[in-house]
């Protein structure tokens, strides 16, 4: 069983839907990362959560640090939205800590 | 651009010769990690740096790989006697806090 473990795989959607991926982990973390992948491998960070939730334009985190669960929601989901969506975390105790990632979640949102 | 930089973006080497990569982290940044990423897998944690000390290795990390950061800047990855499952992607990232900041990768395939 991995450390992170994502839910779904796969993902589509049509243009406008509402959007849920979701994280479980097994270890105890300081720290979760969502990340973006597009095609060609760039990887982009869209939030660190240590409790609690975070917004940022259409895109909502939440971490439920008790059930050791993370999920990231998109609102009025957008063709430009199609990436993979990974979650990762971090269990050491300093910042530059190694991050563990999950599988990630291939998004497609069709117009 | 005064982001992550990997050098070269593709490789094609033959099984048995070895490849070195470079990275470039953002300047100010004293950490700096690589990763290796498969296809259709989250990346993998490889080894990091914190200035020119490597502080962790992943057991992923067999004695064909090296990793060096000399005055604490640039990074190279070096693989000797190259083998097919070498093949993947290898992603630096870099970071001053709980942020990592990703170059665009490397792609290795061995033939």
């Known amino acids: 069983k991995n450390e992170v473990e994502q839910s779904p795989q796969n993902l589509t959607a049509q243009e406008g839907e509402f959007i849920t991926i979701n994280c479980s982990y097994s270890v105890g973390i300081s720290a979760l990362h969502w990340l973006q992948q597009h095609p060609g491998g760039g990887i982009v960070s869209l939030f660190m959560l240590s409790s609690g939730k975070k917004k940022h334009g259409r895109l909502i985190a939440t971490i439920n640090i008790q059930e050791k669960h993370s999920s990231l929601h998109i609102t009025a989901s957008h063709p430009r939205d199609s990436a993979v969506y990974i979650c990762?975390?971090?269990?050491?105790?300093?910042?530059?800590?190694?991050?563990?990632f999950g599988e990630g979640t291939q998004l497609t949102v069709n117009p | 651009d005064t982001g992550v930089s990997q050098n070269p973006r593709h490789k094609i080497t033959k099984r048995g010769q070895n490849v070195t990569f470079r990275c470039d982290p953002i300047s100010e940044h004293n950490r700096l990690y690589w990763y290796r990423q498969t296809l259709g897998q989250g990346p993998e944690f490889l080894t990091y740096f914190q200035n020119e000390a490597q502080l962790e290795k992943s057991r992923l990390l067999s004695d064909r790989f090296s990793a060096e950061r000399p005055k604490g800047s640039f990074s190279t990855l070096e693989i000797q006697r190259t083998e097919q499952g070498d093949s993947a992607m290898y992603l630096c990232?870099?970071?001053?806090?709980?942020?990592?900041?990703f170059g665009p990768g490397t792609r290795l395939t061995v033939t």
């Open positions: 990232a870099s970071s001053l806090g709980e942020r990592q900041y």
């Open positions: 990762a975390v971090r269990s050491g105790e300093t910042s530059g800590s190694r991050l563990t």
